[in-house]
């Protein structure tokens, strides 16, 4: 059985377009960077940390695999994580107008062997945005549980000029690097 160690609903409907089976496990994890944790170490980490955290759940952890994956978003080296509130969603969104950034989304797959994560690294530019934009897209409610506070296959997308990378990466799950660990660890796509 495999098993999602998360209750995003843009993972699951990811996860489900592999055309595997899975089940969903809720758990939390501390998010909070340590000191010096470079932004790549972060997104590892927790992608780790929340499969630890899944097979933690189960009667026979070994018997399963554990997929969780963590994204994390960058501009100018720093990791700018989920806004508090619609006031800094809106700051958020501000400063990623008119540039680039860089997003980080790690996966993680845990087993009898072991735990292995593979990190899908993508290039988001974004136009100029209109601070009154911003304030609407943030009272939306929309960017209030997302890194970099904004979410890609959302109403945001009007905001994306460029991407390089993974799309399904920005939205949370990159769907290769997931299917490359599956794949390791046996499973048939």
């Known amino acids: 059985m495999i098993y999602l160690a998360s209750q995003s609903p843009r993972r699951r409907t990811l996860l489900a377009q592999l055309g595997v089976g899975f089940e969903t496990l809720d758990v939390a994890i501390d998010e909070t960077p340590q000191a010096g ?83 899908s690294r993508s290039r988001v530019c974004f136009r100029e945005l209109a601070r009154p934009e911003c304030e609407a897209y943030a009272a939306s409610g929309e960017p209030l549980d997302k890194a970099g506070a904004y979410a890609i296959q959302g109403r945001a997308a009007a905001f994306v000029r460029e991407l390089h990378g993974s799309y399904s990466g920005v939205v949370g799950l990159p769907l290769y690097e997931t299917a490359e660990l599956l794949r390791e660890a046996g499973v048939s796509l």
């Open 37 to 119: 944790e470079t932004p790549d170490a972060l997104a590892r980490r927790l992608a780790a940390g929340k499969v630890l955290a899944g097979r933690a759940c189960l009667d026979d952890a070994d018997a399963h695999l554990v997929l969780g994956a963590d994204t994390v978003v960058v501009l100018d080296g720093e990791s700018l994580g989920k806004p508090r509130d619609g006031d800094d969603a809106a700051r958020l969104l501000m400063r990623l107008s008119g540039r680039c950034h860089q997003v980080l989304s790690a996966v993680a797959l845990a087993s009898a062997d072991g735990t292995r994560v593979r990190l």
